[in-house]
């Protein structure tokens, strides 16, 4: 997947989540200025310098309101591809919402999510000094998955944790023990439907199969802890949830298609939505063979 289609997923999963991620990624908040009274998704385009510049979205600006009316204004940014990842593009996205929220206290955070070592770090901080005159200093809160170990979080009561298992590091004969504790954590932590929708996303980013589908079964039906996910997951049907996983990802790579194709600035939101609305397997894969062949994406629109 694209960095988009990546981006779309854990969007999602801030929105759903959004006390529960400030609370593993920044417990300072909560510790410093009390419980979190109410949330706010603020506008994710910074204003335009020039009519001329490109449109830049910003990741996730949330705005917390908490109980001595203290603000924090929290900006995540999602990073699939360390090699597009941009610290001065970072200070900039900071600097416009310092401007645009002068009473919040804006805390920079980027989240790596690939599944690789890296052999050489990402930009952590930038500073201008002359003698002991700092004339500028920058840093973010970095986070790397892969840099947690999953089994480490086994027992973290925190579904936002219990989601991103199968992104941590973990050794090959642990995988099958991983996803587990991610369906189990999920279940007993979020509501039936939050459920649902997530469980997709444990197994498209963990690339579950289908061997995988089964061994994952057998486990839980085999502990204690988890029979009401079994008897859950046999009401509901394992092949359903496998389908739905399917078509999430046969979606995005539709919409990776056509964004590589005619660019994301002509991809449109009733267009995206109507993609999304698509649960064929079969159409989707007649949709795709029609994308590489559209020559524009007014033709594409037409055969959909």
């Known amino acids: 997947m694209t960095k988009q289609s990546h981006d779309h997923n854990f969007k999602n999963l801030f929105l759903d989540f959004p006390k529960e991620t400030l609370e593993w990624f920044f417990p300072q908040a909560q510790q410093n200025w009390g419980q979190v009274r109410k949330v706010e998704f603020v506008r994710q385009e910074p204003k335009k310098r020039k009519l001329s ?25 999602f990073q699939e591809d360390k090699a597009k990842f941009s610290i001065y593009k970072l200070l900039r996205y900071t600097t416009d919402l310092m401007e645009a929220h002068p009473h919040a206290l804006v805390i920079p955070i980027v989240l790596f999510t690939d599944r690789t070592k890296w052999r050489k770090d990402v930009v952590r901080k930038l500073q201008t000094k002359i003698n002991d005159r700092l004339f500028l200093y920058f840093e973010y809160m970095f986070f790397k998955l892969f840099d947690f170990n999953a089994r480490d979080y086994y027992n973290i009561k925190n579904p936002v944790v219990k989601i991103l298992l199968p992104k941590m590091n973990y050794k090959k004969d642990e995988r099958i023990e991983v996803i587990r504790q991610a369906y189990s954590g999920l279940f007993q932590l979020a509501s039936r439907m939050l459920f649902d929708k997530y469980v997709d996303f444990i197994d498209v980013y963990a690339e579950v199969s289908e061997e995988e589908q089964e061994s994952l079964y057998h486990e839980i039906i085999q502990h204690k802890e988890t029979a009401m996910l079994a008897q859950y997951i046999r009401d509901k049907g394992m092949q359903q949830g496998m389908q739905q996983g399917m078509l999430l990802e046969a979606r995005d790579m539709l919409i990776e298609v056509l964004t590589e194709r005619f660019g994301s600035g002509g991809l449109t939101i009733e267009l995206s939505e109507q993609i999304q609305r698509i649960d064929s397997r079969e159409m989707l894969k007649d949709m795709l063979r029609q994308a590489l062949r559209a020559k524009s994406l007014n033709e594409f629109g037409k055969k959909l």
Do not use: G, K, R, T
């Open 53 to 77: 510049e490109p449109s830049l979205a910003l990741d996730m600006p949330i705005l917390f309101f908490f109980e001595n009316q203290q603000l924090l204004l929290w900006l995540v940014e």
